[in-house]
Structures are given as C-alpha cells and as structure tokens.
C-alpha cells in the first residue's frame, strides 16, 4: 500500500512540474527528466530492499527445508515415498531435548495420536471451519470480490484449514498471486510452534479462536526479525543433529518420553481417552456456539479488507470458486 501511495504522489509531481515550470517560462525539460531518474531510483532501491529482505526469508527457510530432508532421509523418516519434512519440523521445533528429538528420528512412528482424543474435538473443529467458509462465501458474493477458496492446502511448512486466492495483486506473495491463509483453532489450545512455522510464508495469516472469540490477522513481513531469528536457531539445531553432537535436557516432557535408555527418563504409560469432565462440557459447548457467529464474521471482514485494500482489480465480478485439493 506504501508504494502504491508513493506512486500516486509521483505520478502528481510529474504531471505538476512541467505545467509550473511552462507557467514561470523555465525549460522544464532538463529538471524533468532528473526527477524521472530520481523518483525511478527511489522507487526501484526500495522495492530491491523489500525483496532482498524477503528473499532472506526464503533463502534460510529453502536451506533450513533441504537441511531437513538430509535428516529425514537418513533416519527414513518417509511418507509415501517423499522424506516427511513437515513433520521433522514439527518434530525438532516442538521438544528442547534433542536426544528425544534423536530417539524420534531413529524409532520412526506415524501412528495417529488423534485416536486418544475425544472425537469431539475434531468434529468441532472441522463444525467451526465449515461455518467460517459459509460466512466467507456470502461475504466474497455479496461484495462481488471474485476468489478460489481452498481446503486443506498442503505447502511446504504445513497444511492450511483455508487458503483464499486472489490474482493481480498489488503486491506478490505467491507466484503471482494473492494469497491469504485461515488457521481455525476450535478450543483454547493454540500450538505457537504451528503458527511460528506459518510465519516463514510472508502471506497474511488469519488465527481465529473460536471458543475465545478472538481472531487476528497476523502479517509475517511485520516479524521479519523473529522469523530470521527463529530460523536460525532451527538451523542451529538441524546442524547439531546432524553433527551427532546434541543436548540433552530433562523437561517435562521426560513423562512422556519412549527413550528408556535415557537416564531422565520417566514416562508413564497413558491409558483412555483425553476428554472433558462433565461439569466443563457444558461451558465449552456454550461459549463455542455463543462466539462461532462472531468468530465466522470478523474472518470474513478481515478477507474482504485485505483484499480490497491489495488487490485493487477493477470490474471484479463472478462468484467465488469453491473447490478443494484433490491430493490430500
């Protein structure tokens, strides 16, 4: 927006100089053609200053990702033929311990942990996500703001709940396009070490927490120092692991650990399902369907402000295209 502000005023200054210059009998021309060169400097060395700072961004996380894939290979962390790399992020990024973090790589497990938890939670979650993309849709129709809206999109550094994509931006974010990502949190968890590794994709991100009501737009260019910073901290650790030289740190996280070699270790064998007392059942249920209305509203206003206050197409029409990822 601070450079389409900078053109409009440059653009007034060229068509203003000239006239001033013609009314006070001045040959304009040479003082003209400065100011082009001038105004196509400024212009161009801040637009290469932007870049470049995104570019570092995208440079460390390409290096830190390839870093990855080395560990994933080695230790045969697979996934349908491809080295999971978003689950060793996930991995070295959620545990201090990075002998646990070694003992994960080298006693691979993909099973589904989901089925330790009430069912409950999924299926309000996925409720909430469903009426967040109604509200979306007759917001975007409404406006006659014309969009794809994608499901379950898998990227580089996670999966997104929603992608809204929009082309002829006024900035890029993705490959020509813009791009604006929902993340729907249905309880009061909220998992930063997810949203930190969110922020490695420069495009704005909206968190909504449905049982808090809150919902915010997060804007990674904003926090490019931490995002350099964390990145390279994660370098650090995917170099460490790879060295063989690597700490150990008793946490609590020592209660749920599988490595019974480790001295720090003491884990207890979890039985049942995680779910709610009946006394707190009742208030979840309430304060979900009290604030989801609300929550699905200012999503939906945030998307239209951000698309209008980017995009600027002229003559958008059409309805929303809804489809979602085949590939899942």
Not at 163 to 191: D, F, H, M, T, W
Not at 202 to 212: A, E, F, K, W
Request: overall charge neutral.
């Amino acid at each position: 927006m601070l450079l389409l502000g900078l053109g409009v005023f440059f653009c007034l200054v060229l068509r203003l100089v000239p006239m001033l210059m013609s009314m006070l009998n001045i040959d304009a021309q040479p003082l003209y053609s400065l100011l082009c060169i001038v105004i196509v400097h400024q212009c161009t060395t801040r637009m290469m200053r932007m870049n470049t700072q995104d570019m570092e961004v995208e440079e460390q996380k390409q290096e830190l990702l390839a870093k990855l894939k080395i560990i994933a290979e080695r230790h045969g962390w697979m996934y349908k033929g491809q080295p999971s790399v978003v689950k060793l992020a996930r991995t070295i990024s959620r545990y201090a311990c990075e002998r646990q973090i070694k003992h994960l790589l080298e006693n691979a497990r993909f099973s589904d942990d989901s089925q330790r938890f009430d069912s409950y939670y999924r299926e309000k979650s996925e409720f909430a996500t469903l009426k967040i993309l109604d509200t979306i849709k007759t917001r975007l129709s409404a406006d006659g703001v014309n969009t794809a809206i994608l499901t379950e999109v898998p990227s580089d550094i996670g999966r997104y709940d929603v992608v809204i994509v929009q082309g002829y931006p006024c900035e890029v974010y993705c490959k020509g396009e813009e791009i604006i990502r929902v993340e729907v949190k249905a309880g009061l968890s909220v998992n930063l070490e997810q949203i930190e590794r969110y922020l490695w994709d420069s495009s704005p991100l909206i968190l909504v927490r449905v049982i808090t009501g809150h919902v915010a737009k997060i804007e990674p260019p904003k926090l490019r120092s931490y995002v350099l910073f964390s990145l390279k901290e994660l370098h650090a650790k995917a170099d460490r692991l790879l060295s063989g030289k690597f700490y150990a740190i008793p946490r609590a996280t020592c209660t749920v650990c599988s490595d019974s070699d480790c001295p720090h270790n003491r884990s207890r064998e979890s039985t049942g399902i995680v779910t709610f007392p009946d006394g707190k059942f009742l208030e979840d249920l309430n304060l979900f369907f009290q604030n989801l209305s609300y929550a699905a509203e200012r999503t939906a206003s945030l998307i239209i402000e951000e698309l209008k206050g980017v995009a600027l197409s002229q003559n958008q029409s059409g309805q929303a295209v809804i489809s979602s990822p085949s590939n899942r």
